[in-house]
Protein backbone atom coordinates (compact mmCIF):
# COMPACT_ATOMS: atom_id res chain seq x y z
CA UNK A 1 0.00 0.00 0.00
CA UNK A 2 1.34 3.18 -0.86
CA UNK A 3 2.28 5.96 1.60
CA UNK A 4 -0.91 8.66 2.07
CA UNK A 5 0.56 12.01 0.90
CA UNK A 6 0.76 14.12 3.89
CA UNK A 7 -2.71 16.83 3.31
CA UNK A 8 -1.24 20.31 1.62
CA UNK A 9 -0.68 23.17 4.22
CA UNK A 10 -4.43 25.52 4.52
CA UNK A 11 -3.69 28.47 2.90
CA UNK A 12 -3.37 31.31 5.63
CA UNK A 13 -5.70 34.19 5.27
CA UNK A 14 -3.94 37.12 3.50
CA UNK A 15 -3.16 40.35 5.48
CA UNK A 16 -2.73 43.50 5.25
CA UNK A 17 1.04 44.66 4.50
CA UNK A 18 0.23 47.72 6.98
CA UNK A 19 -1.12 45.84 9.72
CA UNK A 20 1.43 43.32 9.95
CA UNK A 21 4.29 45.82 9.27
CA UNK A 22 2.25 47.65 12.93
CA UNK A 23 2.58 44.39 14.66
CA UNK A 24 6.16 43.97 13.82
CA UNK A 25 6.95 47.60 15.01
CA UNK A 26 8.51 47.51 18.36
CA UNK A 27 7.78 49.81 21.58
CA UNK A 28 9.67 51.97 23.51
CA UNK A 29 8.12 53.08 26.97
CA UNK A 30 9.73 56.06 28.44
CA UNK A 31 9.58 58.66 31.51
CA UNK A 32 9.70 62.50 31.25
CA UNK A 33 8.75 65.79 33.05
CA UNK A 34 6.81 68.51 31.53
CA UNK A 35 5.71 71.30 32.93
CA UNK A 36 1.75 71.17 34.39
CA UNK A 37 0.90 73.83 31.50
CA UNK A 38 2.07 71.75 28.64
CA UNK A 39 0.35 68.98 30.37
CA UNK A 40 -2.83 70.28 29.82
CA UNK A 41 -2.41 70.92 26.25
CA UNK A 42 -2.84 67.94 25.99
CA UNK A 43 -6.11 67.58 26.93
CA UNK A 44 -6.70 70.66 25.20
CA UNK A 45 -5.83 68.78 21.91
CA UNK A 46 -8.14 66.32 22.83
CA UNK A 47 -11.03 68.18 22.88
CA UNK A 48 -9.80 69.15 19.77
CA UNK A 49 -9.63 66.32 18.12
CA UNK A 50 -12.87 65.48 19.28
CA UNK A 51 -14.61 68.59 17.61
CA UNK A 52 -13.98 67.47 14.74
CA UNK A 53 -15.05 63.94 15.36
CA UNK A 54 -11.65 62.21 16.06
CA UNK A 55 -10.44 59.87 18.95
CA UNK A 56 -6.83 60.47 19.67
CA UNK A 57 -4.75 58.88 22.91
CA UNK A 58 -2.14 61.24 23.93
CA UNK A 59 0.77 59.02 22.66
CA UNK A 60 -1.01 59.63 19.31
CA UNK A 61 -0.55 63.25 19.86
CA UNK A 62 2.90 63.22 21.15
CA UNK A 63 3.60 60.90 17.86
CA UNK A 64 1.93 63.88 16.09
CA UNK A 65 3.79 66.87 17.61
CA UNK A 66 7.04 64.71 16.74
CA UNK A 67 6.52 64.67 13.16
CA UNK A 68 4.82 68.42 12.49
CA UNK A 69 8.74 69.00 14.97
CA UNK A 70 10.15 67.06 11.61
CA UNK A 71 8.45 69.81 9.10
CA UNK A 72 10.12 72.62 10.36
CA UNK A 73 13.19 73.99 9.35
CA UNK A 74 16.43 74.54 11.48
CA UNK A 75 15.32 78.09 12.16
CA UNK A 76 12.15 77.57 13.10
CA UNK A 77 12.76 74.72 15.19
CA UNK A 78 15.58 76.53 16.98
CA UNK A 79 13.03 79.04 18.06
CA UNK A 80 10.49 76.80 19.49
CA UNK A 81 12.93 75.47 21.37
CA UNK A 82 14.49 78.55 22.51
CA UNK A 83 11.04 79.34 23.44
CA UNK A 84 10.30 76.37 25.99
CA UNK A 85 11.04 77.62 29.79
CA UNK A 86 13.47 74.78 30.91
CA UNK A 87 12.34 71.64 32.95
CA UNK A 88 14.31 71.17 36.28
CA UNK A 89 15.77 67.43 36.63
CA UNK A 90 14.46 65.66 39.32
CA UNK A 91 17.52 65.31 41.82
CA UNK A 92 18.83 61.57 42.08
Not at 13 to 34: I, N, T
Not at 36 to 61: F, M, N, P, Q, V
Request: avoid cysteine.
Amino acid sequence: MPPIPAPAPAAEPERSLASAESRRQKKVRDRFSMPREDYALIDTLKERAGSLELKARKSELLRAGLHALTQLNNDEFRALLDALPPVKKKRD
